[in-house]
């Protein structure tokens, strides 16, 4: 059944103090880049730069600080790869693979399933074959291993780095090590196999990192409970590019994978839009994009390097209660959430009737004290210090004339009222409601590669 909940979140700043005690960044190590670049302990200028360059790569203002939601990245689960590395090919399209040792520590026959499945995703978009064998000359050993496995690169038992793996070449070249000390799973509990396999057999096949979020080569470890791992539209064409094509017709699926939202799309759209702090974020599906006053850049990244995992994708409305001191998120529920008790609520329990099944878009008025929560045609007034609704609902086009309804999202911003619908912002006067302009709806978020 789908119902709309009301989800009530602490502010990021606060969780994020709450989750995470100050320890050194050691998952920036990288496994063979050289030294130089990593060395933490030089000048505080490239330490800077290369705390923007990360910053950058993952969508958060690049200031150049150990913010806290910096600190958050990088303490993520995620490949001991390091993010910026030069990766060979190999020469051939048939490659054997070999899976190695007899303690892992989940059925073998399951892991096998899943590593099969795993390669197949890339089979399927290019025209190399993999083939299982036991013999020992193999392109690809995959193993498990505790702590320091005698490459280099030890692992660093549970969380931090789940795995690794070797751009293609000889001997070690190809392989890929997985920590045996991670709570391996093939559902949500612990850290999902599957996931984890695809990235790595990318990077055994010579791919590196990549910035997009969508793609399965983005580094943090990201595991959706509601959305099977699969190849994005950004991980195939990068494949593609070092073995050749298949087209994606002959896909299992028949249907071409998907491709992450672009500022620079002309039919972009919002889900919702918000201002946080100092901050206005657009989302949009699993994503959004941050607009920091400080800086010009806005790139694409993924909801769940904010907030916790158990935001859904696809948010119909959100706002900054500033009386309340939270984050308000509307949305439908598609599946299980576990939050704080007494969420996710009903909304109902704001006061709409129950034809009312959901909300397009919200405007918090700090000020006086009030939402109001656009649905369809009509407009509602919510006081938020009495916690109830104020009178009728109102036509939208009586308050502000021209939008077309319904609306997709909503902000305050600069000392306008923007709302959303479709392609396209509009831009109202705070006090009259008058329509200044029509706006494209990247017009905050300059367009560029992500
Ligand atoms: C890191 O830089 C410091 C100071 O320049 C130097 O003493 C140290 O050997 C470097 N470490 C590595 C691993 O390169
Ligand atoms: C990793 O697992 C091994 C074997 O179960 C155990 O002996 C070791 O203490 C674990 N290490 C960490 C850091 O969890
Ligand atoms: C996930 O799998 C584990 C075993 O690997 C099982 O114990 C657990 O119940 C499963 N959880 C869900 C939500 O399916
Ligand atoms: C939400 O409230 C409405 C009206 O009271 C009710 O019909 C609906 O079943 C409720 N949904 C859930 C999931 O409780
Ligand atoms: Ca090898
Ligand atoms: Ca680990
Ligand atoms: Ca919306
Ligand atoms: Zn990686
Ligand atoms: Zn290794």
Avoid at 159 to 178: E, Q, R, T
Avoid at 229 to 239: A, E, G
Avoid at 379 to 407: A, H
Wanted: hydrophobic content about 35%; aromatic content about 14%.
């Amino acid at each position: 059944m789908l119902c709309l909940y009301l989800l009530t979140l602490l502010m990021p700043s606060q969780t994020l103090m709450m989750a995470l005690p100050l320890r050194t960044p050691d998952l920036l190590k990288t496994t063979d880049t050289n030294e130089d670049d990593d060395n933490w302990t030089t000048g505080l200028c490239d330490k800077k730069m290369k705390m923007k360059k990360m910053q950058r790569f993952f969508g958060l203002p690049p200031s150049g600080e150990l913010t806290k939601e910096t600190l958050a990245v990088m303490k993520k689960p995620r490949c001991g790869l390091s993010d910026v590395e030069h990766m060979n090919i190999f020469n051939g399209k048939n490659f054997i693979i070999r899976i190695t040792g007899n303690k892992l520590p989940i059925p073998v026959s399951k892991v096998h399933k899943v590593f099969r499945a795993a390669w197949q995703l890339w089979s399927n978009v290019t025209p190399l074959k993999f083939h299982k064998r036991d013999r020992r000359e193999a392109d690809i050993v995959i193993s498990f291993y505790y702590g320091d496995h005698k490459d280099g690169s030890p692992f660093d038992g549970k969380g931090g780095i789940l795995a690794h793996a070797f751009a293609p070449g000889h001997g070690i070249g190809g392989d890929v090590h997985f920590d045996a000390n991670e709570s391996w799973s093939f559902n949500s509990t612990g850290i999902n196999l599957f996931a984890v396999a695809i990235h790595e057999f990318g990077h055994a096949l010579g791919l590196p990192h990549s910035p997009d979020p969508g793609a399965i080569m983005y580094p943090p470890y990201n595991f959706d409970p509601g959305y099977e791992p699969q190849l994005s539209f950004q991980d195939v064409k990068d494949i593609q590019k070092l073995y050749g094509e298949l087209s994606w017709i002959q896909l299992p699926s028949k249907r071409p994978p998907p491709k992450t939202p672009a500022k620079c799309d002309p039919d972009l759209s919002f889900d919702a839009v918000t201002e946080l702090q100092q901050e206005v974020l657009f989302f949009k599906d699993r994503f959004m994009w941050r607009k920091h006053p400080q800086f010009d850049e806005t790139r694409i990244t993924l909801i769940s390097s904010l907030w916790p995992d158990t935001v859904p994708p696809n948010l119909d409305a959100v706002y900054q209660n500033v009386i309340q001191k939270y984050i308000s998120v509307y949305y439908w529920v598609l599946r299980q959430l576990n939050l704080e008790e007494g969420f996710p609520r009903n909304l109902s329990t704001l006061g709409f009737p129950s034809r009312i099944k959901s909300v397009d878009a919200a405007l918090h008025f700090r000020n006086d004290r009030y939402t109001v929560f656009f649905t369809g045609d009509e407009c509602w007034r919510y006081n938020e210090q009495q916690k109830m609704m104020e009178g009728s609902p109102l036509l939208i086009e009586q308050q502000w004339p021209g939008i077309p309804t319904p609306l997709d999202a909503a902000v305050f911003y600069n000392g306008f009222t923007y709302l959303y619908s479709g392609p396209y912002m509009h831009e109202y006067s705070l006090s009259t409601g008058r329509l200044y302009r029509v706006l494209r709806n990247n017009y905050f978020l300059p367009c560029s590669n992500f």
